[in-house]
């Protein structure tokens, strides 16, 4: 549990300012439970997970999540021409540290990527690189992407999406905390503009083989594969961190490419 210590604590001042559960845990930076109860009961798809941050992304939270950082409280509907300057906007869920993000943000700077993840390293990781790398086409969210997809993106406001090697949740007892399967695919359809693409990639065969399923057979989604199966890797993708782990241990990698319509023939 951190703590902020008062420098000089006079008389009558506690020695400690405890942090309370809803307070930032880095002042200005992001929230540390953004949505709070405002919400119901769901399923989580990310695992807890205890986060060291290292002093530069400490730095880089305190500096630029004012500038970059967007809580997930789900009270607002987000302005993404405002915030991307116009730009089509790409919603990356759970970019893990951010390395294959920023790549993507340099390799494409026509377009913006919301990228949304739970872990704070991660999140501050991200600042840094965009900004050592000039990359103005990237804003970092904290929290829940259900939250963001169900309460803050507009209909029809985003050109992809893409969720690179979500957590495989391998045992069965968990496989109800996959993050692809149906309900989630009829959150994701809403912001996506017709024609947009979904981009789901993961070295779990059977993660894999789910994917395949539930897209196939959701109303909103078609397969861009004229064989109905697994689409080759796109060059645009870089390595991600969990797909390197995934192929030092010898797991095979799927691509699925689906786009979004709004009627079926
Ligand atoms: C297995 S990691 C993969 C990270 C990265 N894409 C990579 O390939 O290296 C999955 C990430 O998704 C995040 N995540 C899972 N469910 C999420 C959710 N509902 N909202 C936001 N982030 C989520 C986790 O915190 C974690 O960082």
């Keep these: 549990m951190s703590e902020f210590r008062d420098p000089v604590p006079g008389p009558e001042a506690p020695r400690h300012f405890i942090r309370a559960k809803s307070e930032p845990r880095f002042p200005g930076g992001p929230a540390a439970d953004p949505a709070g ?27 630029l999540w004012p500038l970059w950082g967007l809580d997930i409280d789900g009270h607002r509907v987000l302005d993404l021409e405002e915030m991307f300057g116009g730009l089509p906007v790409v919603l990356e869920i759970g970019f893990g540290m951010g390395e294959a993000t920023a790549q993507m943000a340099a390799d494409d700077p026509g377009t913006g990527i919301l990228a949304v993840d739970v872990h704070t390293p991660g999140q501050g990781n991200l600042l840094a690189l965009a900004e050592r790398n000039g990359l103005s086409n990237i804003r970092v969210a904290n929290g829940d992407a259900i939250i963001l997809l169900r309460e803050m993106l507009p209909p029809r406001s985003l050109t992809g999406m893409r969720v690179y090697f979500p957590d495989p949740w391998p045992k069965k007892r968990h496989h109800k905390r996959r993050l692809i399967q149906p309900e989630f695919l009829t959150l994701a359809a809403r912001p996506l503009a017709p024609g947009a ?66 009627t079926r023939a």
């Design 37 to 63: 109860s405002h919400h119901e009961r769901r399923i989580r798809s990310f695992q807890p997970r205890r986060s060291r941050v290292t002093a530069g992304q400490e730095d880089a939270l305190q500096r």
């Design 197 to 262: 693409i979904l981009h789901c990639a993961t070295d779990w065969e059977p993660y894999a083989e789910q994917m395949l399923e539930v897209l196939s057979a959701h109303p909103d989604f078609e397969n861009t594969q004229e064989d109905g199966g697994f689409a080759p890797r796109p060059a645009f993708r870089p390595l991600t961190r969990f797909e390197g782990q995934g192929l030092d241990k010898g797991h095979k990698v799927r691509d699925l490419l689906f786009r979004r319509v709004t």
